[in-house]
């Protein structure tokens, strides 16, 4: 299973950043799963999955270890 956590301050009126993506940061609290952030943002999956790869890209999330922590 993959864990996400933000890597960080989330940037403020940055273009890159749409609405879905947005989403995903807001339920992004503390470490989740990918199934947990999926049900929580009600995204279909071909859309949360570009936003996470988008997201990654951006290096505004990062896979979390596995010995933190989840919040489900």
Do not use: H, W, Y
């Not at 936003?51 to 989840?70: C, F, G, H, R, Y």
Request: hydrophobic share 45%.
């Amino acid at each position: 299973m993959r864990v996400f956590r933000c890597s960080g301050v989330i940037p403020e009126g940055d273009e890159r950043i749409d609405l879905n993506m947005i989403k995903i940061l807001r339920v992004l609290d503390s470490p989740k799963s990918m199934a947990s952030i999926a049900f929580a943002c009600g995204m279909s999956m071909s859309d949360f999955q570009r936003s996470i790869k988008a997201l990654m890209a951006l290096d505004l999330i990062q896979p979390a270890e596995v010995n933190e922590t989840m919040a489900e």
